[in-house]
């Protein structure tokens, strides 16, 4: 198997990173100096060379010319991250190519003002270079199949050598439950947990009994989980919940039970709740 060469990342990290995920063989870097975008016509004209990094310069920009984004900090930031990245989901989920392609630039630009506040920060600045340097770091370690001299013909194989470089640059992680973040939508919280559960040998019953398996599971994203115990079952025979306790345990349940067949329990709830807003319009226009 041939070793393809690794992104550039010294020459121009912003456009190295978008040149990792998208696996190419010899990225170009932009090699002119920057300078500092002065009106539209040399943002536009930057944009024709590399829209990557004229995105990178209008968003500096922004921030030090503009009165409203020069006073807004990290924690500001995040009811519009949060915002932008369900517009994604819809985008993908019920939108069009054009939506997308639109909602993901809005992303972007997220991310891009994340690191112009951090560029200023005075006790440890960095900037979009920076974030864009350690984000291909690692997709290159994680992906020796691609960039090194591994090999992955199938999405198991591929698992193992990212879970294995994962574990490498994770070692002072003391639980599986380490780096999971809490401020998940609830049901893909259940989900993410479930999994790390079963890493750790944990089934999770949904009847508030956590019991242990024979050996932990894992399993490719979006796929279906090895089962280690029968697949759980949600208050099936049984009565509904009379708790909001009880609706936890059947709530989890159902979540494991996704989990087991390879389903994604926020995007199948998100979807029905959709069925239910056409319904609700379709009986508001009779």
């Known amino acids: ?125 960095f900037d979009i270079d920076d974030v864009a340097r350690t984000l291909t770091e690692k997709m290159v370690r994680r992906h020796p199949h691609v960039f090194g001299g591994e090999t992955a013909a199938t999405p198991e194989e591929v698992l193992v050598h990212w879970n294995a470089a994962k574990a490498a640059e994770k070692r002072t992680r003391r639980s599986v439950l380490d780096g999971v973040p809490r401020g998940m939508p609830a049901l893909a919280l259940a989900q993410k947990l479930v999994g790390r559960a079963a890493g750790a040998g944990v089934v999770a019953s949904g009847d508030g009994r956590p019991q242990s398996s024979a050996a932990p599971a894992t399993a490719p994203p979006g796929s279906a989980a090895p089962a280690t115990a029968a697949p759980p079952t949600a208050a099936s025979g049984s009565a509904a919940p009379g708790t909001e306790a009880e609706l936890g345990d059947a709530l989890l349940a159902l979540v494991a039970l996704a989990r087991t067949n390879g389903w994604d329990a926020e995007r199948a709830l998100r979807e029905r709740v959709r069925v239910l807003e056409d319904e609700v319009r379709a009986a508001e226009a009779d």
């Open 1 to 125: 198997m041939s070793r393809r060469p690794q992104p550039d990342s010294a020459a121009d990290p912003l456009r190295a990173a978008a040149e990792a995920l998208r696996a190419a063989a010899d990225p170009q870097a932009d090699g002119a100096a920057e300078t500092q975008a002065d009106g539209a016509a040399g943002t536009q004209a930057d944009g024709a060379a590399d829209p990557l990094r004229a995105a990178a310069k209008t968003m500096r920009a922004v921030r030090e010319r503009c009165v409203w984004s020069q006073r807004i900090t990290h924690r500001d930031l995040v009811p519009y991250l949060i915002e932008e990245s369900h517009e994604v989901i819809d985008a993908v989920e019920s939108g069009t190519r054009a939506d997308l392609r639109e909602e993901l630039g809005d992303l972007l630009w997220q991310v891009l003002f994340h690191a112009a506040i951090a560029a200023q920060d005075e006790d440890d600045p």
